[in-house]
């Protein structure tokens, strides 16, 4: 009893919702209208065989990424296992680690290939892929706990940045994770990046053999879980301040090191409401790179001063979840 | 791909990825999900099924086109709740979804929206007879104060937690706890409290309380006093006397009341403490987890020897806890020493009844907020309208479409037991405020005469094909069908 994907205008009018299994896009163009409507026709066209593509190398995509690896063919599938090469030598990662990303790119690149937009974002349940021409921005407002979700921070990006990825990552999210981590946001140049990196550091940010800490093989939640026989983080006691400035500095050394190489731009890490920064680095060869987390995030445990109900809503919805739940 | 895999797996066939999705789990997609061995979908925007038999909460997804008209037809079976609506606040906007359906020939409106409440908190009674702490004091989660004890009630104890000077009167993490502490109480989820100079409780609705680690299994029966007079009758003339222990209140039968009206033979028995009124001792022991709450492992221990003026030898003594869980039988020696016999069968009867005569221990909790300002504009136009139809009960008021009580006087303050509304029905803003849903029920007619954005009305069925961000659940076999038109009343 295959479902067909659905295609349909959310009821603001503005939105496009796209759902195939367990993929779940919210698409909004901003510019001229016929080039909006031009895009969303494109998206529809391009999205009814995404999930059939990815699903006819599924066995692949679920495999550990080596160098010499047999390399996926279809246009998603090139871009995860693109995503995470950079990581492969150092650690265990399938392409599967970037998919929600590399859909996301996938299908922006349908959009702003069919028309010129002002600007455009494809939100693939948190891992976002944004197009931003001429002045144009975005604002977003970061999750750290998809079951209790309230921002942890909130951020601007410009056209004149070169990010045009966002991805989250952590234990308590849809995706399991091998580290403690609630929330690891990474800013890159695009998705499929950003969510590679994303996972990355959210494996890092971890207190091994910690007793406070329940592991389960994901292959006892999940039997075809590309992770098998790794053990993933189900649950995390309270830890001492001390425990948690460890397991952040652990995740902030990866991350320092993906910056170092170029992999992302930025990265904010949240471990029970203490969240550590990692700012974009100044450098002279990006393209007058603003501080993107630096300037916009204002969060310590009791220090972040929350916006207004209505910008939490529009934020929340930009991230994919029209109302308060989970 | 995987080989062996536990019995109730079932493979989701929903989509191309083909899940394995294990008993309890769901698939990658989080909308499909193995409830007890059957692929059932779970999705946001709960709908409430009015199932003729209560079964299994969730219902299976198996709306194809072609069984859809059936559903528009059985519309009158379901109710729109307001978890997942949304909400217009705080703007003046008709609320997410106004739903009309014929019931029984009647024309009635739900406005459907989730509120977002600052002045909002939860009382919550935990059944024991435990010493929590001080009434007046505070009670904390994480060290940060959320609320305070307040008056016990008969066999249970009471905190009043959250409330408007938590929540936004504190420091920031104060109010960060409070709303943590409310919102997983109202959703179901164990909460540990300490209380200043007072116990450390684990709670969760609907659940036995654990009370400094221990849990409470059984409330009991009612203060020894109170056990004297329930079965003083059904004791008379199969035992001379009988000693209910109990930590507040011990009872004696041949001193109480209730045995002197039977004539029951005064058998001079001295119990430790001191005596309230004949047959009525206080602090026989120090509170401890032994015989009703005592410290007491041997009952003997608070009996002073039996005097030869009053006691004969061959006098049969039963002592028993208020619980029933602790008993013994003693028939005096020649030299009126009490000594441990089998329970009479005569006896065994009264003792099984105690037992049963005892409630589960629980921890409830009644979410209690006040519906204000812009929440009743999303409804009409006039929001004091609303208020007086409220009053006028007219309108009825849900929560996830469990019935929710309305305190008297001004505004709409209602209190809901959670238990009663779909699992995790409540959110939060980190304003910080609780989120929960609210429904308002009312004839069609009369929602245009309190002003009611009546052009956003949607035929029941229009909302209905919305299914894929729709879950239906059965309701709450305790609930009142919110539909029912003719309301005399909400459920109190």
């Not at chain 2, 047959?279 to 032994?290: H, I, M, N």
Request: glycine letters at 10%.
């Amino acid at each position: 009893m295959r479902e067909p994907a659905l295609i349909r205008m959310l009821a603001d009018g503005r939105r496009l919702h796209l759902h195939d299994g367990p993929i779940d896009l919210i698409i909004e163009a901003s510019g001229d209208p016929q080039a909006i409507s031009a895009a969303y026709e494109a998206v529809a066209r391009r999205f009814v065989s995404i999930l059939d593509e990815l699903c006819s190398e599924l066995p692949l995509l679920r495999a550990r990424a080596q160098e010499n690896s047999e390399r996926p063919r279809g246009a998603v599938a090139r871009r995860m296992f693109a995503a995470v090469e950079p990581y492969c030598e150092d650690c265990f990662i399938t392409p599967m680690a970037a998919v929600a990303g590399s859909v996301a790119e996938t299908i922006l690149a349908s959009m702003t290939a069919a028309a010129p937009l002002d600007r455009a974002y494809v939100n693939n349940g948190g891992d976002i892929a944004i197009h931003l021409a001429g002045h144009q921005s975005y604002k977003i407002g970061m999750v750290e706990r998809p079951d209790r979700p309230s921002l942890f921070g909130a951020l601007e990006i410009t056209a004149a940045d070169s990010v045009r990825g966002i991805a989250t990552s952590g234990w308590r999210g849809r995706s399991f994770s091998l580290g403690i981590a609630d929330a690891v946001t990474v800013l890159a140049d695009c998705a499929s990046a950003a969510d590679a990196a994303a996972t990355v550091i959210a494996n890092a940010v971890d207190l091994p053999n910690h007793s406070g800490i329940t592991r389960v093989p994901a292959r006892e939640i999940s039997p075809d879980s590309d992770l098998g026989d790794l053990r993933v983080t189900r649950g995390v006691e309270p830890l001492p301040q001390f425990e948690i400035d460890t397991a952040l500095e652990k995740g902030l050394r990866v991350a320092t090191l993906l910056q170092e190489k170029g992999l992302i731009n930025s990265a904010a890490l949240c471990l029970q409401k203490c969240v550590r920064i990692l700012p974009t680095t100044p450098t002279p060869s990006t393209r007058s790179c603003r501080d993107g987390f630096l300037k916009c995030v204002v969060c310590t445990p009791d220090g972040f001063t929350g916006p207004s109900v209505p910008e939490i809503q529009a934020q929340l919805e930009l991230l994919g979840r029209t109302n308060p739940h989970a | 791909m995987p080989d062996v895999f536990p019995p109730d797996t079932v493979r989701c066939d929903a989509c191309p990825v083909l899940c394995y999705i294990k008993r309890g789990h769901a698939g990658a997609c989080d909308r499909y999900a193995n409830v007890e061995g059957q692929l059932v979908r779970v999705d946001p925007h709960i709908l409430l099924d009015r199932a003729k038999s209560q079964g299994t909460p969730l219902v299976p997804f198996l709306e194809r086109e072609g069984d859809w008209d059936g559903k528009i037809m059985k519309g009158q079976e379901t109710f729109v709740t307001a978890i997942g609506a949304g909400t217009t606040y705080p703007d003046y906007k008709p609320a997410p979804f106004i739903v009309s359906s014929e019931v029984e020939g009647v024309d009635m409106v739900t406005v459907v929206t989730e509120g977002i409440f600052s002045y909002c908190g939860v009382k919550l009674k935990i059944d024991t007879d435990r010493h929590l702490g001080p009434e007046r004091n505070l009670v904390r989660a994480e060290g940060e104060p959320v609320g305070h004890v307040t008056t016990a009630e008969y066999g249970s104890q009471m905190l009043s937690l959250g409330g408007v000077h938590h929540l936004t009167g504190g420091s920031k993490s104060e109010g960060r706890v409070t709303c943590e502490t409310l919102l997983d109480l109202c959703n179901g989820k164990e909460v540990e409290l300490t209380i200043d100079d007072g116990a450390s409780v684990r709670v969760a609705a609907g659940k036995p309380p654990v009370v400094n680690g221990q849990r409470e299994e059984r409330m009991r029966v009612g203060c020894g006093s109170a056990t004297i007079g329930m079965f003083a009758k059904q004791w008379f003339g199969k035992v001379d006397d009988v000693v209910v222990v109990d930590d507040h209140i011990t009872g004696v039968l041949s001193e109480h009341q209730a045995g002197k009206l039977l004539g029951v033979r005064a058998t001079g028995i001295a119990i430790q403490g001191r005596r309230s009124t004949p047959g009525r001792y206080f602090q026989v022991a120090e509170p401890g987890t032994g015989w009703g709450g005592t410290n007491i492992s041997d009952p003997l221990t608070i009996l002073k020897p039996f005097k030869a003026k009053f006691a004969w030898p061959h006098l049969r003594l039963l002592m028993v806890s208020t619980t029933g869980e602790h008993f013994a039988y003693y028939e005096l020696d020649e030299a009126l020493r009490p000594v441990e016999k089998e329970l009479p069968e005569a006896l065994i009867e009264s003792v099984g009844r105690i037992r049963e005569n005892c409630e589960p221990a629980l921890a409830t909790v009644l979410f209690m907020g006040g519906a204000g300002g812009s929440l009743r504009a999303g409804v009409t136009e006039n929001p004091v309208k609303l208020t007086d139809s409220v009053k006028r009960k007219l309108t009825r008021v849900t929560c996830g479409g469990a019935p929710a009580y309305i305190w008297p006087g001004g505004g709409i303050t209602f209190m809901v037991d959670v238990t009663r509304m779909p699992e995790n029905a409540f959110g939060y803003v980190p304003t910080p405020a609780l989120v929960a849903p609210i429904e308002f029920t009312l004839k069609k007619e009369d929602y245009a005469v309190l002003g009611g954005h009546v052009d956003y009305v949607r035929p029941l069925g229009d909302v209905l094909k919305e299914k894929e961000r729709q879950r239906q659940l059965t309701s709450h076999a305790q609930n009142p069908w919110p539909l029912k038109p003719h309301v005399e009343s909400s459920e109190s």
